[in-house]
DNA sequence: CTTTGCACCTGTTGGC
DNA sequence: TGCCAACAGGTGCAAA
């Protein structure tokens, strides 16, 4: 579900809240996730003032004195600020009831989220320690993208949603954001010219910038801290749009799996080849 | 080292 | 109506 934009909008939407709070007790309903909740996982949180929320790639961070909680909200989680009596709901497997009355309630319904209490030095958390620059941040642009991709064989595609790379870029906006610099997703990343790097690093900025503007991009599950969906659905040029006119030059956008995800692009806007393996299925966006 | 594919889960959808 | 396969905002890990 989330991407970068989707977690910076439940930052947001968690601060003024959060900030400052103190946590009276943490109710768990379910400790298996992608990482089961270790055992005293509510112990290491109650009592705890809430310092600040803040986000690293696509974990939110709620940092205290001596410890920080790691949240990840893998495909289908959220974080929605609640009323404490509100009884949970499916899914709903962690709360933190704050001192204010008010509840921060964990729902993931695949559970491929987690949640870590890390004492010491987050960045140094091994889950943190690998990860890229910051998509927003000045560490990444044009240059860094281009000495990324020198000697690298995979296509730019599936390279761009490595957060060894860049962090927070995920299925959404890399389809988006190469449709934006007009490069063809199967291009080979080694193989991107100077001019074209700069063009993506540019459009990814840009992209998220113009994605967290607007609350993010809700498909299906994906809402914010007071329950409510993103608006960047309107915004994507390819994305889940196979088969429709592009919205630039009136071609009809194209579709395939590419390393198990599906990948969506403009066969005019971006020219390119893609390598002609068996052809898999198509799945537009009815809806 | 890089690249590829699987696995983890539940829910929804489309085709027969 | 029911059943089943395919697919879904992520990503660590093992195998090649």
């Not at 997703?185 to 010219?193: C, M, Q, T, V």
């Not at 009809?252 to 590419?258: M, T, W």
């Amino acid at each position: 579900m989330p991407e970068l934009p989707e977690v910076e909008t439940t930052c947001r939407g968690l601060a003024p809240t959060v900030t400052g709070a103190r946590i009276l007790r943490v109710t768990v309903r379910e400790r298996r996730m992608r990482w089961p909740l270790v055992s005293g996982f509510e112990a290491l949180l109650a009592g705890r003032r809430i310092k600040r929320i803040h986000r690293r790639a696509k974990y939110v961070l709620l940092e205290m004195a001596d410890r920080t909680l790691m949240i990840h909200l893998g495909m289908s989680g959220s974080l929605r600020i609640v009323a404490g009596e509100t009884p949970p709901r499916l899914h709903d497997h962690v709360d933190l009831v704050l001192d204010s009355g008010d509840c921060v309630r964990f729902n993931d319904p695949r559970r491929f989220g987690s949640l870590h209490v890390v004492q010491g030095n987050i960045e140094a958390h091994p889950l943190l320690a690998p990860l890229g620059p910051e998509p927003l941040s000045a560490d990444f642009d044009g240059a860094t993208l281009q000495r990324a991709t020198r000697g690298r064989r995979v296509a730019i595609k599936p390279l761009l949603m490595n957060a060894k790379i860049v962090v927070g870029v995920g299925n959404i906006y890399a389809s988006e954001a190469l449709f934006h610099a007009r490069v063809h997703p199967w291009k080979l990343a080694g193989r991107l010219s100077v001019e074209e790097t700069e063009r993506i690093a540019s459009a990814i900025k840009a992209v998220l910038e113009a994605a967290i503007r607007v609350g993010g991009t809700t498909l299906r599950d994906y809402v914010n801290a007071e329950g409510n969906p993103g608006y960047f659905r309107q915004k994507l040029y390819v994305y889940e749009r196979t088969d429709q006119a592009c919205l630039v030059c009136d071609a009809p956008i194209s579709h395939r799996v590419q390393g198990q995800r599906s990948t969506y692009w403009c066969p005019q806007c971006q020219p390119g080849r893609t390598p002609r393996t068996a052809r898999r299925s198509r799945r537009g966006a009815a809806q």
